[in-house]
Nanobody, 117 residues
Framework: QVQLVESGGGLVQAGGSLRLSCAAS????????MGWYRQAPGKQRELVAT???????NYADSVKGRFTISRDIAKNSVYLQMNSLKPEDTAVYYC???????????WGQGTQVTVSS
């Protein structure tokens, strides 16, 4: 059973920066997949950025050039550096992880990011 704990959310003005962190526990193996998703009020959860073991990353078009995902494989942690934040980035951000290529996906409890205009 993998547990994910996010931190780093908060309130920031437009143009500002935040760094989200997610630490995984409950496994001693390196996780195949870790990533970030977000859900704004009244909207579906959407992919923000993902990092697959081996170094492959993927970003939503809306955050390319502003957000950077990184991982500490040894610590089974993933980070999301968010720069040039916009009000439309306001959402609950969820950490996600999958131990194997195929199998169960785990989710964190979410952390609120609010960007004021």
């Amino acid at each position: 059973q993998v547990q994910l704990v996010e931190s780093g959310g908060g309130l920031v003005q437009a143009g500002g920066s935040l760094r989200l962190s997610c630490a995984a526990s409950g496994t001693t193996s390196s996780l195949y997949f870790m990533g970030w998703y977000r859900q704004a009020p009244g909207k579906q959860r959407e992919l923000v950025a993902t990092f697959i073991s081996g170094g492959s990353t993927n970003y939503a078009d809306s955050v390319k050039g502003r957000f950077t995902i990184s991982r500490d494989i040894a610590k089974n942690s993933v980070y999301l550096q968010m720069n040039s934040l916009k009000p439309e980035d306001t959402a609950v951000y969820y950490c996600s992880a999958r131990p194997q290529v195929i199998g169960r996906t785990y989710w964190g409890q979410g952390t609120q990011v609010t960007v004021s205009s």
